[in-house]
């Protein structure tokens, strides 16, 4: 079994993340970071905040361990378990633990769809006290001054069911993300796919199209990540129609209609 500092080391970042900042969120959460305050993402699916998560720890020189959430995430899966190994039960730290422990930057993506019992782990993290009870080791952990706890969610599928509470909501410095406007996309979408920037901006303009469709029975529009995909197939040599087909409109409805409606976006374009 690694020991902490193996598996910590797992988490550093090795290479300097490509991000264009669209304001002034690095600063805010630098300074958020300085103050021991914990961040909180809004913003649509694929607009870029994992990748901003990564550019903060590099420029932080933290690891970043990323939990993406789900409906049984379980509060031991976040702090840490007894496992049987070699006949005794030995206590392994899950991801916040580990966190806690290193130092580093622990990032919950879309924190809305963890269990309700599960989330409230953080919240003794998330204020002053800045503690993690482990109740099963019976320990309480204090957080060193360089950790710094981080969630995201996307306002947009909040629902009755799935939204996160104010007691939880209230503990956090919030920054706001959407698409980058036209030109930054361009660039963005041109960079990781690898695409001229003629075809990058057309791609942009597909998306801009899509996300107007949102109040019309589409959920969601094109992400910038959905177009990244697209740029990738057709740099490799796929037809740019064909490339948009199975890598943007397939992928954001299975309506006839709707899809009809996107491929004649797509057709209007290129």
């Known amino acids: 079994m690694p020991a902490p500092e193996e598996k910590i080391a797992e988490h550093r970042i090795t290479t300097k993340p490509f991000y264009l900042p669209q304001g002034d969120e690095v ?58 190994k070699g006949g005794e039960a030995v206590w392994v730290d899950g991801p916040l633990t580990l966190a806690v422990r290193a ?70 410095v919030a920054l706001e993300f959407d698409y980058p406007e036209a030109e930054l996309e361009a660039r963005i979408v041109g960079r990781e796919s690898g695409v001229d920037q003629a075809t990058a901006r057309a791609l942009v303009r597909v998306a801009a199209m899509t996300r107007a469709l949102k109040d019309s029975g589409l959920p969601e529009g094109a992400s910038t990540r959905l177009l990244i995909h697209a740029g990738k197939l057709a740099r490799s040599g796929i037809a740019i129609r064909t490339a948009c087909r199975v890598a943007i409109t397939g992928t954001l409805s299975d309506e006839p209609e709707l899809l009809a409606a996107l491929d004649e976006i797509v057709s209007s374009v290129f």
Not at 50 to 55: G, S
Not at 106 to 125: F, G, M, N, S
Not at 129 to 151: N, Q, S, V, Y
Request: proline share 6%; charged share 25%; aromatic share 8%.
């Open 103 to 172: 130092g580093a930057i622990c990032y919950l993506d879309e924190i809305v769809e963890a269990r309700k019992d599960t989330t409230v782990v953080i919240h003794p993290l998330a204020d002053d006290r800045r503690d993690l009870p482990i109740e099963k080791k019976g320990e309480l952990l204090t957080a060193p001054p360089d950790f710094m706890l981080a969630i995201s969610y996307n306002p947009g599928y909040q629902s009755v069911l799935k939204d996160l509470k104010q007691s939880t909501r209230q503990r956090f």
């Open 27 to 84: 600063e805010i959460a630098k300074t958020a970071h300085a103050n021991q305050l914990p961040l909180l993402l809004k913003g649509p699916t694929g607009c870029g905040k994992t990748r901003f998560m990564e550019f903060l720890a590099w420029e932080l020189k933290l690891p970043l361990v990323t939990v993406s959430c789900h409906d049984d995430l379980s509060t031991s899966d976040l702090v840490g378990r007894y496992l049987i």
